[in-house]
């Protein structure tokens, strides 16, 4: 894959630990789940960016969902999903949220700081790296 200056970004971003030599590339979507159904996902068209880049690069590649709704982030590795039942849902991939890992839950404040980050469409994605470096970290130790 190629970007273009100017194009968005592949991802949110690329974690790398000196000491184990261990890497991941984390992509952090904040969205509730399926309203009818226990399910969340992605854009087609950046599952197939997503699963065409891990095929070039050979790299793990997290997706964590941060759920206000719910009050939870959980967090799939999309080497595994990819191959899981899955469901196109418009133009979107969906998977049943028991394949995903739970993360953590998230506190009052950080639900309300979402909904009104979400209320006014504020980019979310420099206040969720802290997710993805958590996650890092616990792989790593």
């Known amino acids: ?12 971003m690329f974690c790398f630990n000196k000491q184990s ?20 996902g ?23 969902f941060v759920d206000h709704s719910e009050g939870v982030i959980e967090a799939g590795k999309l080497q595994k999903l990819r191959y899981m039942t899955m469901e196109k849902h418009g133009e979107s991939v969906v998977w049943q949220r028991l394949l995903l890992s739970y993360v953590r839950s998230l506190t009052e404040e950080e639900i309300n700081s979402i909904e009104q980050v979400s209320v006014a469409g504020i980019d979310l994605a420099p206040a969720q790296h802290a997710e993805a470096k958590q996650l890092y970290l616990s792989l790593t130790s």
């Open 1 to 12: 894959m190629q970007f273009e200056k100017g194009e968005a970004h592949p991802f949110d």
């Open 21 to 40: 030599a261990r890497h991941f590339v984390a992509e952090v979507k904040t969205k509730s789940r399926m309203k009818t159904r226990n399910m969340t």
């Open 42 to 64: 992605i854009s087609e068209r950046h599952f197939k960016q997503y699963c065409d880049y891990i095929d070039i690069n050979n790299i793990d590649f997290w997706l964590f």
